[in-house]
Nanobody, 124 residues
């Protein structure tokens, strides 16, 4: 059983940056594909980014590529999401997730473990 704990969310002005972290425990972190998703009020959970177990491959939602960067540190059992040029529409609860199948997927249904989420609010 993998436990995931997100941190780093908060309130930021439009144009600002935040770095989210997700610390994993209870499993072999380096064997999991890790993903970030987000959910805004009244909307479905949407894919943000995912990274392969080795960190050599990453995938992004098309609208976010260039502003968001996913990375991981397997020695620290942590995955990061660097967010820049933030917009009010980026406001959401951000979740990290772990996928044991080793496919860098954008589908929430393919992820086995989820964190509780961290709130990101971008003011205009």
């Amino acid at each position: 059983q993998v436990q995931l704990v997100e941190s780093g969310g908060g309130l930021v002005q439009a144009g600002g940056s935040l770095r989210l972290s997700c610390a994993a425990s209870g499993g072999t972190f380096s064997s999991y594909v890790m993903g970030w998703f987000r959910q805004a009020p009244g909307k479905e959970r949407e894919f943000v980014a995912a990274i392969s177990w080795s960190g050599s491959s990453a995938r992004y939602a098309g609208s976010l590529k260039g502003r968001f960067t996913i990375s991981r540190d397997n020695a620290k059992n942590t995955v990061y999401l660097q967010m820049s040029s933030l917009k009010p529409e980026d406001t959401a609860v951000y979740y990290c997730a772990a996928d044991s199948v080793r496919a860098v997927s954008s589908r929430p249904s393919e992820y086995d473990y989820w964190g509780q989420g961290t709130q990101v609010t971008v003011s205009s």
